[in-house]
């Protein structure tokens, strides 16, 4: 079982959900489309289905996974979105790795859920089948839909943090290291990662490491991943005050590329 392939158990939803009338479309997300995957990578799966007939698609491919080996993760990830659910499946004895992320959404949810963006560093589909039209592409950047008023409102927020080193050093002082490693990432490190995001990333300003190593050069990562290699109160102490120069040459970098 240990060499059980992730194109096999993809091959086998497919060929299984196909045959489902109420399925209207499967799709990858995730490592595929962005053709990035490897030994490391899960299956990131979605399906749209008839609205009603969710639970049944979710049985189905119980019962397919099953037929493949035993299942000793059946786990679902609650969603805020009621029209979208996700459950995590892991077949016993495969990789641990090798997790199975099928999101079913219900075809009544919004259309915009199912569209991306062409080029898009984070979001993409590699459609399976589709019969019911479900997925589709834009050729607008998401980068293009980012408004300055936003990107300055975000400048606002991280200079201000910035400015409140007093309440990771007090901590430093005191002795307290959980208070002191905390604030010092809200107030010292991501708030550069986020600076970096808005000069790399802007569209994904707001969603910190995920992917970050596919996002941006080596070099502008090993500048920034020394603030996250913290052992003691001196490493805290050195690098709050060591990151001022990094911070605000950012800051001005992002002011130039939106002109501000």
Not at 44 to 62: A, L, S
Not at 71 to 90: A, F, W
Request: aromatic share 12%.
């Amino acid at each position: 079982m240990g060499n059980l392939t992730r194109e096999r158990i993809i091959d086998t939803i497919h060929k299984n959900l196909e045959e489902n009338m109420y399925v209207n479309a499967l799709w990858l997300e995730g490592s595929d489309p962005l053709n990035c995957e490897d030994e490391y990578s899960d299956i990131d799966m979605v399906v749209d289905v008839e609205d009603g007939h969710e639970e049944e698609v979710f049985n189905q491919v119980e019962v397919v996974l099953s037929s493949i080996g035993e299942l000793d993760l059946n786990y679902e990830d609650r969603q805020h979105d009621e029209k979208l659910r996700q459950k995590m499946y892991h077949i016993k004895d495969t990789s641990q790795y090798l997790l199975v992320d099928f999101c079913v959404q219900s075809h009544s949810r919004d259309k915009e859920c199912s569209t991306f963006c062409k080029g898009d560093v984070l979001e993409a589909a590699k459609v399976i089948f589709d019969r019911g039209n479900v997925v589709s592409y834009e050729e607008v950047k998401r980068e293009d839909r980012i408004e300055k008023e936003v990107i300055i409102e975000r400048l606002r927020v991280l200079e201000g943090r910035y400015k409140q080193h007093c309440r990771v050093i007090k901590y430093v002082e005191r002795g307290n290291y959980p208070e002191a490693f905390m604030y010092y990432l809200k107030y010292v490190a991501d708030p550069i990662v986020e600076l970096n995001r808005l000069i790399y990333t802007p569209e994904y300003f707001y969603i910190h490491m995920i992917h970050i190593s596919h996002h941006m050069s080596d070099n502008v990562i090993k500048e920034f991943e020394k603030f996250y290699q913290v052992k003691n109160f001196e490493d805290i102490r050195r690098n709050t005050k060591d990151s001022k120069e990094l911070f605000y040459r950012l800051v001005n970098e992002v002011r130039e590329k939106y002109n501000l």
